[in-house]
């Protein structure tokens, strides 16, 4: 995610950090190459050129971006809800933290307290299709006992266990149980929610008639452009390539915003904090430092 130290006019117009120009350069380049060749037909050899009326690009254009913000109204919610999903998982690790003092065998209270720094880090190796166990083992006691279906919901299960054991054995009261439980049972919906958006990508035929119907748009422009306004035609045809591919382009980022994408979510800061809000309950004084933007961006 970028954090931007200020929002200055030259900054805004000039910086390349978490820009998408980058991903979007080579497809600018061309529409601008072909309306300067198509500018070049029309000045030397207007015997092969056909004006083109401006008025169907007008109302293609003006359905298109109405298409567009909805599709990136969608993405972006997925990457708000994401965001959300991980918020819930700091609210629901720290609850646990303070309700889990009641648990009087110290070792225990560490063992499940750690599981939870293990279960953020599987997590976040899970949304990007990394190696689950080999994120989580360095937090857990029992690491080859955790199922390599799913890490995650192994920790939580291993955690559950041994809240029930507890208050089973009356060392915790129901009512505390059912607190540490309710905790349980929000992580396992943050995972939930998370996998959901993780796997369920906006409809393919919606998106891919986006797609066509931006680089139909684009490609076509210049002959409606070129008569008019001469050699400006490739400069506003960039223009409105820059506009279309650009928010096409910001669509595909924030349909998945758990991946390593500037524009992603930082959900590795995220887990950072889950490990210091968890070692500072278990009364540890030297803390993980908190992970900071590098170069602008925050993983």
């Not at 109204?73 to 646990?96: M, P, Q, V």
């Not at 400006?232 to 223009?239: E, R």
Request: proline share 6%; with cysteine; glycine share 6%.
């Amino acid at each position: 995610m970028i954090v931007p130290p200020s929002t200055d006019v030259l900054r805004v117009l000039f910086t390349l950090k978490g820009s998408i120009v980058k991903r979007i350069a080579l497809r600018c380049l061309m529409v601008t190459l072909l309306a300067a060749l198509i500018v070049l037909v029309e000045r030397h050899y207007p015997a092969y050129f056909y004006p083109v009326s401006a008025t169907p690009f007008t109302l293609l254009g003006l359905s298109l971006s109405i298409f567009m913000s909805f599709r990136n109204n969608a993405c972006y919610d997925r990457w708000w809800e994401g965001r959300k999903a991980w918020g819930k998982l700091i609210i629901e690790t720290r609850s646990f933290v303070r309700e889990s003092v009641v648990i009087t065998d110290e070792t225990l209270r560490t063992e499940l307290l750690r599981n939870l720094c293990g279960f953020a880090h599987a997590l976040n190796a899970r949304l990007r299709n990394e190696d689950e166990r080999a994120a989580a083992r360095p937090w857990l006691a029992r690491a080859d006992a955790i199922s390599p279906h799913n890490v995650c919901d192994g920790i939580l299960r291993e955690i559950g266990e041994h809240c029930s054991r507890l208050a089973a054995q009356q060392q915790i009261s129901e009512w505390r149980y059912n607190l540490l439980e309710q905790r349980l049972a929000g992580l396992t919906e943050v995972q939930a929610t998370c996998e959901r958006i993780k796997g369920t990508p906006l409809p393919f035929p919606y998106t891919l008639l986006l797609h066509r119907t931006i680089y139909i748009f684009c490609l076509l422009l210049p002959f409606a452009l070129a008569e008019p306004l001469g050699w400006l035609a490739p400069l506003f045809t960039t223009i409105v390539g820059y506009t279309f591919f650009g928010l096409d382009a910001i669509g595909n980022e924030l349909e998945d915003p758990f991946g390593r994408d500037e524009n992603d979510l930082p959900t590795d800061a995220m887990v950072r904090t889950v490990e210091r809000d968890v070692l500072a309950g278990l009364g540890e004084q030297q803390l993980p430092p908190a992970l900071l933007p590098v170069g602008y961006v925050l993983s």
